[in-house]
């Protein structure tokens, strides 16, 4: 199958807390997995992405950790701001990583 | 210098009608890609092109015809609208495997 589950759907966190978005994916021979960002209106945009051969990658406040023998990966967003609310987008490479399967997307509320 | 470009960005018309949206890419990109999202926000992938070919034709009613002139264009012509082809349609492109770069959406809806 090439299924990538996301939960929970809908995360609210004060400000200053961490989120965390969990996804767990179905095709063992999936390699790379992009995270996406789509503020209201807005168009989804690339926030951070990992590939197979690294468990866990970081950029400022944001973190992408992936077990590929669990097949689940997260995103970690430390110190949230009100400009990270948003929905957040996993995905995985599929069907010979020549297109990306998404998850259904995650309503993150940043409360001031 | 815009990366991924789409027009028009909102598009009213009425049922039955026959619309076409059209998508380029300057970033010389191999691969195209539409996608229609639902008011539930779901991103489902209904097209691909890999240098103008058709790589993925998901379960999509033939009534949506892609269309690739060259590598740099996508374009997305739907015939014989319904009510429930109202949703906002992305087109992406990336290098095969790579990072997908969006365009900024078309909202389609359909009275």
């Known amino acids: 199958g090439e299924n990538v589950e996301q939960h929970p759907s809908t995360l609210s966190v004060q400000e200053g807390d961490s989120a965390v978005i969990k996804c767990t994916y179905s095709?063992?021979?999936?390699?790379?997995f992009p995270w996406y960002k789509q503020e209201l209106g807005k168009r989804p945009q690339l926030i951070i992405d990992?590939?197979?051969?690294?468990g866990e990658k970081k950029d400022q406040r944001i973190a992408v950790t992936l077990n590929k023998t669990a097949k689940h990966f997260s995103l970690h967003i430390t110190e949230t701001q009100p400009e990270d609310s948003a929905v957040y987008f996993c995905?995985?490479?599929?069907?010979?990583?020549?297109?990306?399967?998404f998850g259904k997307g995650n309503q993150v509320v940043v409360i001031p | 210098d815009t990366a991924v470009s789409q027009t028009p960005k909102y598009l009213v018309t009425q049922m039955g009608n026959d619309k076409s949206i059209k998508c380029e890419q300057n970033?010389?990109?191999?691969?195209m890609y539409w996608y229609k999202q639902d008011s539930k926000k779901f991103l489902k992938i209904m097209f691909s092109y890999n240098n103008k070919e058709l790589i993925i034709n998901e379960t999509v009613p033939n009534r949506f015809s892609p269309k690739s002139p060259d590598k740099a264009h996508l374009n997305l012509h739907i015939n014989s609208l319904e009510l429930g082809d109202s949703a906002v349609y992305f087109c992406?492109?990336?290098?095969?495997?790579?990072?997908?770069?969006f365009g900024p959406g078309t909202r389609l809806t359909v009275l």
């Open positions: 992406a492109s990336s290098q095969l495997t790579g990072e997908q770069f």
């Open positions: 990992i590939r197979s051969n690294v």
């Open positions: 095709d063992s021979a999936s390699n790379y």
């Open positions: 970033l010389g990109h191999d691969t």
């Open positions: 995905a995985a490479a599929v069907g010979g990583n020549n297109r990306l399967a």
